[in-house]
């Protein structure tokens, strides 16, 4: 057994690292700057600095960003895609835009694939997954001649019947060897609809070498180095698994980056008894909002990126390009921020690293409101000069002081961060008053604030290691494995007992296969789910289910009926309870948990006041008296008025006038409008 459980975020600019220490019960962050050339040396030398050896682990997670940083760069693998004969072409024809239908602007998403690299393949399974015609194994072999780089099989209907794209498999590996890539869209997405099955398969094949190509890297350095436990991925469910699964199913890793923070902000809604939070996180580069809703982050089964679709377990979380190293820039006579990034290289004026476009960060620290000295935990000093400069050739192009320039990009793209909050609330009839907003990443804190006072949110939290949270999270999940079967029936048709079987078998395979993850028997469950629709359309919503017997309960079709009826209340507006539904898909989650660190009790204050200095921050375009505190000098108890700066290693938190702050028995501040201001 080893001392400590680590847990990695790769950021675009920095690498954050958590370690617990199982032995004295306490947690420590650090961060080192992100290296985009080979990310394991950022996540290396991020690990030695918190913990000597890696013999000394005991459990290690990471968050990956190399299948999405392909993705987004198109830098991934030349895939060759095998369709079914006559019907290859639903790929490029895709789906029309619903909802851009009077876009004049609007241009259909670029896919991964060009045509001519679409190959269709004789064979064909029918829609109850009978063989109509055999599978033309010829084909697939002259197929496996033009191969480049990866290859994603796609059939019709492989959902129901796996076999030709199994056989395929089979073929490709004996004409090219079992190195090459081969994405088969049943294991990717084992679900109904086409074109959003082949895309998944698509983006598996496109990213998935070099995903599998990073994960071997930083296993063997880490082997190397002492390491005696697997190594664990984030999913983009909010769940891990081990890096030899990872590799297997490259696709379930695609979001694990952003996905750290929103399990993070369940845990805290655990520990705090806030049921509704908003979660945002600012790094450098983007801006991720996440919804914690009755203390559970909001999942989905499928997501989209740049405009193509991918069918799988995802935690919902909606990002802009608005970060520490947004740039600002003018556009048509006005002021732009983002999504341009200066990212780590040359990052912000400010890092002295060759950048001279004015960022938010080149902003704050005009405003005053960031410590030059003790930035990033003290590993870097920021140029306060070369920020100034930055900043004041932009406030010349609209005749602004240098101040008000930094005011002006700090407000746009707070208003830009603000837009965001209420894409993934109020467009889905959530209100954000009734949330509290947790902010972390570590540009967050800074921020938090001033959008919390846009959308009336009354409290703010910042947890401890606010700049790390992400990193924290990924110490608090499950091992997780999930599983779809295609399901379609009426209410009227159902079988209940052969959904309550169906749904057993499926939660005997999944926790089956966490043994092979290393989860012990009695730290195995299964929760379930089924998809559902009113009869004649389109989309589903996901109902939970209380258990896999459920169905067999004389109420379930009411009970179901009615729980859908609320949810679609809920999503749309409008509900018609009474009206034929019909049953598409069941879903079951397999859950394994490997222990979570349990939450360190911050010490209670011995007296009211703590160390402090006064400095002047520019707050609305005024030079403003205002308490500058380490975040470590503040205990359980302590209470006082801003404007406040609280500065740590790992970020800063910014309280302009008119807001107190708090400090609870976690450690975390709280952050609410003073109403005797």
Known sequence: MGR?????????????????????????ATKASTTPGNLSEGVLAGLGAVVEEPSGIDFLVHGTTQGLNAFLERRGVPVLLLGTAGVEDSYHIARGPRTRLYDLHYRKPAPLVPRRDVVGIGGRIAADGTELVPLD?????????????????????????????????????????????????????????????????????????????????????????????????????GGILTAESARRRPLQTL???????????????????????????????????SLIVDGEPDVSAEAQLEGLPMLMSVV??????????????????????????AGA????????????????????????????????????????DAASKAVDGLAEVFGMTTTAMAEGICDVANSKMAQAIRTITVSRGIEPRESALVAFGGAGPMHAVFLAR????????????????????????????????????LDQDLSKSDMSEKLTQMEN????????????????????????RYAAQEYTLTVPLTSADEPNDDDFLPNVAQRFADLHKSRYGHANLGAPIEFVALRTA?????????????????????????????????????????????????????PAVIVEDTATTVVPPGYGVSVDDIGSLVIRKDENA
């Open 255 to 289: 979001l694990s980056g952003p996905v750290g923070g929103a399990i993070a902000c369940a845990e805290l809604s655990r520990q705090t008894g806030r049921p509704h939070l908003i979660g945002v996180d600012m790094g450098g580069t983007s801006f991720d909002v």
């Open 137 to 237: 194994e010829d084909a697939v072999r002259a197929a496996a001649k033009r191969v480049t780089g990866a290859v994603a099989i796609a059939f019709l209907f492989s959902y129901k019947n796996p076999a030709h794209e199994l056989r395929a498999r089979e073929i490709l590996h004996e004409e090219l060897g079992e190195d090459v890539t081969v994405s088969v869209s049943h294991e990717a997405a084992k679900e109904w609809r086409e074109y959003e099955r082949t895309s998944s398969a698509v983006v598996e094949a496109y990213t998935g070498p070099i995903v599998r190509r990073y994960l071997l890297d930083l296993e063997g350095r880490l082997e190397d180095r002492g390491l005696r436990v697997p190594l664990h991925v984030m999913q983009s469910s």
């Open 4 to 28: 400590y459980r680590v847990a990695m975020d790769i950021g675009g600019t920095f690498t954050d690292v958590v370690t617990y220490d199982q032995d004295s019960g306490t947690f420590a």
């Open 590 to 642: 397999a859950f394994g948990d490997l222990g979570r660190t349990e939450p360190q009790k911050w010490p209670a204050a011995t007296t009211a006041e703590f160390p402090h200095d006064i400095r002047p921050v520019i707050f609305d375009g005024d030079k403003t008296d205002t308490v500058v505190v380490r975040r470590d000098d503040l205990f359980v108890g302590h209470t006082f008025a801003g």
């Open 454 to 489: 846009e959308l009336g949110i009354a409290e703010t939290v910042v947890p401890r290691f606010p700049g790390a949270f992400s990193a924290w999270g990924m110490l608090q999940t499950r091992i997780r494995q999930d599983w779809t079967e295609p399901y379609f029936f």
């Open 345 to 384: 290289r040359p990052g912000p004026a400010c890092y002295d690293r060759g950048g001279t476009e004015p960022t938010v960060t080149d902003a704050n620290l005009v405003l005053g409101r960031i410590d030059p000295e003790g930035f990033a935990g003290g590993q870097m000093t920021l140029d306060t």
């Open 316 to 341: 919902n979380i909606h990002t802009v390009g608005a970060g520490g190293g947004s740039v600002a820039w003018a556009e048509a006579g006005g002021l732009r921020v983002g999504p341009r990034s």
């Open 509 to 532: 395979d999944g926790l089956a296969t966490l043994g092979s993850e290393g989860v012990e028997s009695e730290r195995r469950s299964a929760t379930h789910a089924v998809d559902i």
